[in-house]
């Protein structure tokens, strides 16, 4: 188990970008898949990105081209790059975990992640 803290939201225009980081606690980070989410008011937690544990990455199609899933195993942290960023994307982003004994492996479905963070508040103002 990991404990994951979520920094980095906030207000931004619209065309802006912010860059979301997710601290994870213990020693074993490197041995764990990480995906971002995201959640709207009103609305089901939808999936953002994922990354496994040697840096495959896969995108939800509404994000390709504009966030970038990144992982620094050196510093148990997990990025999230937004760029081009839109109203829609309005939404509490959170930052999961899975223990992942396949090393290209990534994680699409919010039921596979074992661990959340508590989320960040990311608005875009149009």
């Known amino acids: 188990q990991v404990q994951l803290v979520e920094s980095g939201g906030g207000l931004v225009q619209a065309g802006g970008s912010l860059r979301l980081s997710c601290a994870a606690s213990?020693?074993?980070?490197?041995?764990?898949?990480m995906g971002w989410f995201r959640q709207a008011p009103g609305k089901e937690r939808e999936f953002v990105a994922a990354?496994?544990?040697?840096?495959?990455?896969y995108y939800a199609d509404s994000v390709k081209g504009r966030f970038t899933i990144s992982r620094d195993n050196a510093k148990n942290t997990v990025y999230l790059q937004m760029n081009s960023l839109k109203p829609e994307d309005t939404a509490v982003y959170y930052c999961?975990?899975?223990?992942?004994?396949?090393?290209?492996?990534?994680?699409?479905?919010?039921?596979?992640?074992?661990?959340w963070g508590q989320g960040t508040q990311v608005t875009v103002s149009s």
């Open positions: 999961a975990a899975t223990p992942s004994y396949y090393s290209g492996t990534y994680y699409t479905d919010r039921n596979e992640y074992v661990d």
């Open positions: 213990g020693r074993t980070f490197s041995s764990y898949a």
């Open positions: 990354i496994s544990r040697n840096d495959n990455t």
